[in-house]
């Protein structure tokens, strides 16, 4: 996902990823660093991450979305480029009150991408057009 | 193609006779926002649609609620090569509400859409009209403002990834036509307006965040003829550079010629 994150965070997913690609796993220093900037989603973002909830869709006419199930078991369908999630946490902490950077769904896939942790899932055209609408698909 | 709008004003003010604003930066940014009275704004967005149409292989999708009865009287004033087979490059689109704008948008990466040219601007006439329906739009985000700001949100959003991704095509296929360039328009409830002065609108608040350069109608006076200021502003993707403001003046008479002059 191209960022639109403060060089403070985009340097710390650059750093989540050299060294969980070395160590396979995230240090303390770098939780703590997650934990403050991100605050309390940080640790939901790394439950969804640990559950696999992130997937990454792609359709025949090289259309990508991201889709991230919640731990009610509902998918928020994510932009590949800009920030958006239909969970009610984005509206009001993020859009309306304008004090969080991200909610828990879009942390987990900047997350599940510097750790290598997205599934990938290909689906029709049709399909991915109406999630990008905000529907639901038959499947 | 720099900036549409920017394009636009330019070339307007110079078939008005002015020489061409030389100073002043450049916007290139991919998606701007222009605020203001909506009839001057949907002139406006005619106009870039039928410049950028004029400029040869650019295809330009239009989505608006309303039907387009005619073409801005300045549009052979400001753009004296436009011919007819210019206007087949320009789509239009009549959603009815914001699930069917939503739906149009979301499906231009399909193939159909896509070939055998692929769109190099997308136009969005009046978002209020679709953002700020009585009782509109579903896809959730709760009742009044938060509903309405999780709508724009979302169709702000797509818009911008689908024409990021319209982006990767042309410069794959075409790459003299990159990037899809994005233009919406937007007007704040003016009912609304008094209540809370000072206070900005909410859902303007939100379209702040996905449209980085705005281009703002002001009225500056006039009896008979309408005089608007317009104003650029913003900054360039990339870069954490504010442009240098940029400014032109319209002057709209009463039978609805449009002057640009560059200030």
């Given at each position: 996902m191209r960022?639109?994150?403060?060089?403070?965070?985009?340097?710390?997913?650059?750093?989540?990823?050299?060294?969980?690609?070395?160590?396979?796993?995230?240090?303390?220093?770098?939780?703590?660093?997650?934990?403050?900037?991100?605050?309390?989603?940080?640790?939901?973002?790394?439950?969804?991450?640990?559950?696999?909830?992130v997937t990454c869709l792609s359709s025949p006419s090289g259309r990508k979305a991201f889709q991230?199930?919640?731990?009610?078991?509902?998918?928020?369908t994510c932009f590949t480029s800009c920030?958006?999630?239909?969970?009610?946490?984005?509206?009001?902490?993020?859009?309306?009150?304008?004090?969080?950077?991200?909610?828990?769904?879009?942390?987990?896939v900047?997350?599940?991408q510097?750790?290598?942790?997205t599934q990938q899932e290909s689906i029709s055209d049709?399909d991915i057009s109406?999630l990008l609408?905000?529907?639901?698909?038959?499947? | 193609?720099?900036?549409?709008?920017?394009?636009?004003?330019?070339?307007?003010?110079?078939?008005?006779?002015?020489?061409?604003?030389?100073?002043?930066?450049?916007?290139?940014?991919?998606?701007?926002?222009?605020?203001?009275?909506?009839?001057?704004?949907?002139?406006?967005?005619?106009?870039?649609?039928?410049?950028?149409?004029?400029?040869?292989?650019?295809?330009?999708?239009?989505?608006?609620?309303?039907?387009?009865?005619?073409?801005?009287?300045?549009?052979?004033?400001?753009?004296?090569?436009?011919?007819?087979?210019?206007?087949?490059?320009?789509?239009?689109?009549?959603?009815?509400?914001?699930?069917?704008?939503?739906?149009?948008?979301a499906?231009?990466h399909?193939?159909?859409?896509?070939?055998?040219?692929?769109?190099?601007?997308?136009?969005?006439?009046?978002?209020?009209?679709?953002?700020?329906?009585?009782?509109?739009?579903?896809?959730?985000?709760?009742?009044?403002?938060?509903?309405?700001?999780?709508?724009?949100?979302?169709?702000?959003?797509?818009?911008?990834d689908t024409?990021a991704f319209l982006?990767q095509l042309?410069?794959?296929?075409?790459?003299?036509?990159?990037?899809?360039?994005?233009?919406?328009?937007?007007?704040?409830?003016?009912?609304?307006?008094?209540?809370?002065?000072?206070?900005?609108?909410?859902?303007?608040?939100?379209?702040?965040?996905?449209?980085?350069?705005?281009?703002?109608?002001?009225?500056?006076?006039?009896?008979?003829?309408?005089?608007?200021?317009?104003?650029?502003?913003?900054?360039?993707?990339?870069?954490?550079?504010?442009?240098?403001?940029?400014?032109?003046?319209?002057?709209?008479?009463?039978?609805?010629?449009?002057?640009?002059?560059?200030?």
């Amino acid at each position: 996902m191209r960022s639109f994150l403060p060089a403070v965070a985009e340097q710390l997913f650059k750093d989540i990823q050299k060294t969980y690609e070395e160590k396979s796993q995230i240090p303390d220093d770098l939780l703590i660093a997650l934990k403050f900037v991100f605050g309390s989603c940080a640790v939901q973002a790394l439950d969804l991450v640990d559950k696999h909830s992130v997937t990454c869709l792609s359709s025949p006419s090289g259309r990508k979305a991201f889709q991230v199930m919640g731990g009610s078991g509902r998918l928020y369908t994510c932009f590949t480029s800009c920030h958006y999630c239909p969970c009610p946490a984005f509206a009001y902490t993020v859009l309306r009150r304008n004090e969080g950077l991200l909610c828990k769904h879009l942390l987990g896939v900047y997350l599940s991408q510097a750790m290598g942790l997205t599934q990938q899932e290909s689906i029709s055209d049709q399909d991915i057009s109406t999630l990008l609408a905000g529907g639901a698909t038959a499947s | 193609m720099a900036d549409i709008l920017t394009h636009v004003f330019r070339t307007c003010a110079a078939q008005s006779g002015q020489a061409p604003h030389a100073s002043g930066g450049q916007s290139s940014s991919r998606s701007v926002l222009l605020v203001g009275d909506r009839g001057t704004s949907r002139s406006v967005l005619l106009l870039a649609a039928l410049s950028a149409a004029s400029q040869g292989r650019v295809k330009v999708l239009f989505f608006t609620r309303t039907q387009i009865q005619s073409l801005p009287r300045s549009a052979h004033t400001c753009l004296p090569a436009l011919s007819p087979a210019n206007l087949k490059m320009i789509k239009f689109y009549y959603p009815q509400t914001v699930e069917e704008l939503q739906q149009q948008v979301a499906s231009l990466h399909e193939p159909a859409n896509t070939s055998p040219t692929t769109p190099s601007l997308i136009i969005v006439d009046r978002l209020q009209s679709f953002l700020c329906t009585q009782g509109g739009g579903g896809g959730g985000g709760g009742h009044g403002h938060q509903g309405e700001q999780s709508r724009a949100a979302h169709l702000s959003a797509l818009l911008h990834d689908t024409a990021a991704f319209l982006t990767q095509l042309l410069e794959r296929r075409t790459p003299g036509l990159a990037p899809c360039r994005l233009l919406a328009s937007f007007q704040s409830d003016p009912e609304a307006g008094p209540a809370d002065p000072g206070r900005p609108d909410p859902v303007l608040a939100v379209l702040d965040r996905y449209f980085p350069v705005q281009c703002r109608l002001e009225r500056a006076g006039g009896y008979l003829e309408e005089v608007w200021r317009v104003n650029l502003t913003g900054t360039t993707e990339g870069t954490d550079h504010a442009d240098a403001p940029q400014e032109w003046q319209l002057v709209v008479s009463p039978d609805g010629l449009i002057e640009v002059r560059s200030v």
